[in-house]
């Protein structure tokens, strides 16, 4: 049997594959997953609902005390205004991500990326029959997406920008003044912005504006599983126009029925319940954060300092060799390729591992990097 074409247009995760390279003594500087365990609190709300037999289908919105706990959140912490019927819950963000592309790209329409950028932007625009545009994220500019490298990439076939802050890889985070200019062109142009907020809350030395506080013609993507380290119940949420919503909702209703019952009364406690397990985390990821840059830059690799999520996204020589060297020595590395194709000079490295276990990886790295 032959695949179809717009498959075989894409490849399996770069990222993924050096998952499956980890051996029993290697230190996963590639995993894109907080290491804390997942509160209490969300996990007894996850225990109760299996024990109240809240195991079947629910609305394929999501239930409506999620969605009142999601709209409530979004007008106290972004300053959106989402009624409650134009969210629905998803299996993940990565099909919030889905949904938004199918409803929203014709075929050949392009989409403008931030690149280095998430490897599952550009996947997700080709099964959606469109056309992928890199935008260049540069070290000059911290990584940032910015309103004139954005304008130099808009053509008349452009129909939508993706932007992601804090983002993947790099750890940039966009100023406030770069996403209210970035509604305006969305507004002027009548492009839409499909806006990963996945690591809102994981942010350091600024802060987190939502580009919908600024603009309706955006769509909202975000999840629990970096906030509240919970990657394995996939659920996370989108939110938009109510037209756009609807037409979401008719993907979502024939890829997935609904996101899973038990993980939704979870990601609820999630919202409602105490929220200093963030900021715990939080402060934790800043501590790595500053060792694993004092230790890179120690080494003469040049780094840009992450702002926000857990990665950073040093620049090294031959970096195809480096990766291979460091998994000698059983440090898992992300390759920048893996990012896009202005990310082939770098590296990603996530320091969503313990505070020890950087330590020895940056020992090791040292040694081959000497």
């Known amino acids: 049997m032959e695949p179809s074409r717009r498959v075989k247009l894409i490849n399996l995760s770069g990222i993924r594959k050096m998952f499956e390279l980890v051996g029993e003594d290697s230190i996963n500087l590639g995993l894109g997953e907080p290491d804390f365990d997942t509160p209490y609190h969300i996990i007894e709300a996850a225990k109760k609902a299996l024990d109240e037999g809240f195991t079947h289908y629910t609305v394929n919105k999501g239930i409506i005390e999620l969605r009142d706990a999601i709209s409530t959140k979004l007008g106290k912490e972004n300053r959106i205004t989402a009624n409650p019927e134009s969210i629905i819950v998803t299996v ?16 050949g329409d392009e989409v403008l ?8 932007y550009d996947a997700s625009v080709k099964l959606a029959g469109g056309v992928s545009i890199p935008v260049r994220l ?3 500019d911290g990584f940032r997406m910015t309103p004139e490298r954005v304008l130099e990439k808009i053509t008349p076939r452009t129909r939508a920008i993706i932007l992601n802050s804090p983002s993947n890889p790099t750890g940039s985070v966009m100023k406030k003044k770069d996403v209210k200019v970035m509604a305006e062109i969305a507004d002027d142009l009548g492009l839409a912005i499909i806006s990963d907020e996945i690591y809102e809350k994981i942010i350091y030395d600024e802060k987190h504006y939502s580009p919908a506080r600024f603009s309706e013609n955006v769509i909202t993507i975000n999840g629990f599983s970096k906030s509240y380290a919970m990657t394995g119940f996939r659920i996370g949420y ?8 609807e037409e979401m909702l008719k993907v979502h209703q024939y890829v997935t029925a609904c996101a899973s019952s038990i993980s939704q009364k979870a990601a609820l406690a999630a919202l ?3 929220q200093d397990s963030i900021n715990i985390m939080v402060n934790e990821f800043r501590r790595r954060r ?11 690799i040049s780094c840009v300092k992450p702002q926000g999520a857990f990665y950073i996204f040093p620049k090294i020589k031959y970096p195809e060799n480096f990766v291979a060297d460091a998994l000698k020595k059983g440090v898992v590395l992300v390759p920048g390729s893996a990012c896009g194709i202005y990310g082939q000079d770098h590296v990603r490295l996530s320091y969503a591992t313990s505070y020890e276990k950087i330590e020895e990886a940056m020992d090791r790295l040292e040694n081959i990097y000497s």
């Open 113 to 120: 990326i931030p690149d280095p950028g998430f490897v599952s």
């Open 272 to 274: 409602e319940g105490p």
């Open 290 to 300: 500053d060792l694993i840059l004092r230790r890179l830059r120690s080494m003469g």
């Open 238 to 245: 989108v939110t938009s126009t109510p037209n756009l919503i």
């Open 138 to 140: 540069k070290e000059e």
């Open 92 to 107: 993940g963000a990565s099909e919030a991500l889905h949904l938004a592309l199918q409803a929203l790209i014709n075929e």
